[in-house]
């Protein structure tokens, strides 16, 4: 079984290991930025460079998106999370909702003002969430009929349906002011106004942003006066970490044995996986909306499903692929508060999957180490993205996995394109992780079967979509946390999970690894989404210079 992913993140004291060809890749690669990081000795910085990827190369406007992982960072929203995934007010100072869950009423502060100067107002909180519902897409605002500012500091959100996870738009959807985004196009997201604990200074794109604090802001107000997000590729952030040139970088599992002098190893829990979807319809010829073709004929087989979650050597991926930094998984939500851990399976049991096979009719009749059933092969593709080399070597390790029991895997790096056109009939290797248990939704809803790439597999179990339906309409969040859990996996056994259906094979889930220079404490660090953005991010106003 796997345990509650834990909150305490690892520190390792790492030494030097720099060369003078990686000191000029460095010096070539970074945009020239004086840095107060270089202070002299006895002095605290007052500027931080930072080298965690995530630019956004839409821009920086909430109402279509950005923020979702980690914060906003030059918007408020109305609330945010704690490290261990609880909520707390930010914008707002209290809200409630109805008794039928239709609607959501939010009473804001009145001493929050924009970095132009304008107040925060109610109309502002919807003019946001209505312009971001009209939007549609990556804010999923979609069950909102409409926002009203009833007074000064009171807005009603009327929503269309009764849905538990709303309260994830309050916690995500950074708010904009309505005067400088109205009518501005692309323009805002290019130069954001916000209330937040920065603001916009310069953004040359694909090289660097410049933020810089805001002394207006309302909230804990952040130690350092400016922050340098720097835009390089791993190897050249690697490089600018040995010379001192950032201090704080992200890099992948891969590169976190390496050690730099005066840097320490951060090693963040995250709800941040890597899955097999796993086509649940066989092929009877048929396509999807968009023309894809749907069906796998070994995949859909639950006994194919249920043997490949249980000869996956879990653990083993962990120690060699992620080189330690991570857990296994056992489904898309481990740790979280809407997990439910009788889900789990016994790791790695090559015995029950060989049993589970032949008692389903899989047998190698040949003697070529691949079992068939009805004269089709136990054989099938795992997709995965081109040049993504974590998930290359994660699928390479399945493919030895399964090989005993009998199943034969060709593993494939292609293009996002080229999955698009294939993720109905072929396995993919996906990467999700969310704050928000809407995903489970999206994941094995029967509706959302075809959706862009929710359920790629198609599964569908009424039980299940029962549960998942219960879970979006409670207006408790025990009872939704519960319906989440029974999805999962029920007392009579129904779920979507690997004692169940096994629809995906779930992997690993990530720790997010960091080089972090030793004077720098990032405070209580939080259980991070998706790798997408800056989700480290989230605890900014707690960072310090602590030498």
Not at 225 to 254: H, I, K, M, N, Q
Not at 426 to 443: C, I, K, Q, R
Not at 481 to 508: E, I, M, R, S, Y
Request: some cysteine; charged content about 25%.
């Amino acid at each position: 079984m796997t345990p509650r992913l834990p909150l305490a993140s690892r520190r390792n004291r790492l030494r030097r290991t720099g060369t003078a060809a990686v000191l000029a890749l460095a010096a070539s690669t970074l945009v020239a930025c004086s840095s107060d990081s270089e202070a002299t000795s006895g002095e605290k910085p007052t500027e931080l460079r930072l080298a965690i990827g995530g630019e956004s190369e839409e821009g920086y406007d909430p109402t279509t998106g950005w923020g979702r992982y980690g914060a906003p960072l030059f918007q408020s929203t109305l609330l945010t999370r704690t490290a261990d995934l609880g909520v707390e007010n930010d914008l707002a100072t209290d809200y409630s909702v109805s008794k039928d869950g239709l609607t959501w009423t939010v009473d804001i502060r009145t001493d929050a003002v924009f970095s132009d100067g304008e107040p925060v107002t109610s109309a502002d909180v919807a003019y946001t969430f209505n312009t971001a519902a009209k939007a549609g897409g990556l804010t999923d605002v979609t069950g909102l009929d409409e926002a009203v500012a009833i007074d000064e500091d009171t807005v009603e959100m009327r929503l269309v349906e009764p849905r538990s996870t709303f309260v994830n738009r309050l916690i995500s959807l950074g708010i904009v002011p309505e005067h400088a985004h109205a009518g501005q196009g692309d323009a805002y997201a290019q130069e954001p106004i916000g209330s937040g604990p920065f603001t916009f200074v310069d953004w040359q794109k694909g090289q660097q942003l410049i933020v810089e604090r805001n002394d207006d802001y309302y909230g804990t107000k952040p130690d350092f006066e400016r922050l340098v997000f720097v835009f390089t590729d791993e190897d050249a952030s690697l490089a600018a970490a040995r010379t001192g040139e950032v201090d704080l970088v992200a890099l992948p599992s891969s590169l976190a044995t390496d050690e730099i002098d005066g840097m320490e190893l951060e090693a963040v829990t995250s709800i941040d996986n890597r899955g097999m979807s796993l086509p649940a319809v066989a092929d009877e010829g048929k396509k999807s909306e968009s023309g894809a073709p749907i069906g796998n004929d070994v995949t859909s087989d639950v006994a194919v499903r249920r043997a490949i979650n249980l000869v996956i050597d879990r653990q083993g991926l962990v120690d060699g692929v992620l080189e330690g930094f991570g857990s296994p998984a056992t489904g898309p939500v481990d740790g979280a508060p809407w997990y439910e851990p009788r889900s789990a399976i016994d790791d790695n049991d090559p015995d029950g999957a060989v049993a589970e096979l032949e008692q389903a009719g899989w047998i190698d009749s040949d003697d070529d180490g691949v079992r068939e059933k009805d004269g089709v092969k136990a054989t099938f593709n795992l997709l995965y993205p081109a040049g993504d080399t974590l998930r290359q070597g994660l699928a390479l390790s399945v493919v030895d996995m399964v090989r005993p029991a009998g199943i034969e895997i060709t593993t494939e790096g292609v293009s996002w394109d080229e999955i698009d056109k294939r993720l109905h009939t072929d396995a993919v290797l996906f990467g999700w992780g969310s704050h928000d248990p809407t995903e489970m939704y999206n994941l094995y809803h029967s509706s959302m079967a075809g959706t862009d790439l929710f359920n790629a597999g198609f599964y569908s179990n009424e039980i299940v979509d029962e549960h998942l339906d219960a879970a979006l309409a409670a207006t408790d969040p025990e009872v939704a946390n519960q319906h989440w859990k029974d999805a999962q996996l029920d007392t009579d056994g129904n779920g979507f999970t690997a004692p169940a259906d096994a629809a995906w094979a779930w992997l690993v889930n990530l720790e997010h690894t960091y080089f972090v220079d030793q004077c720098l404490d990032l405070g209580e660090l939080h259980i991070e989404p998706h790798g997408h953005g800056w989700p480290i991010t989230s605890s900014l106003t707690q960072w310090r210079w602590d030498c």
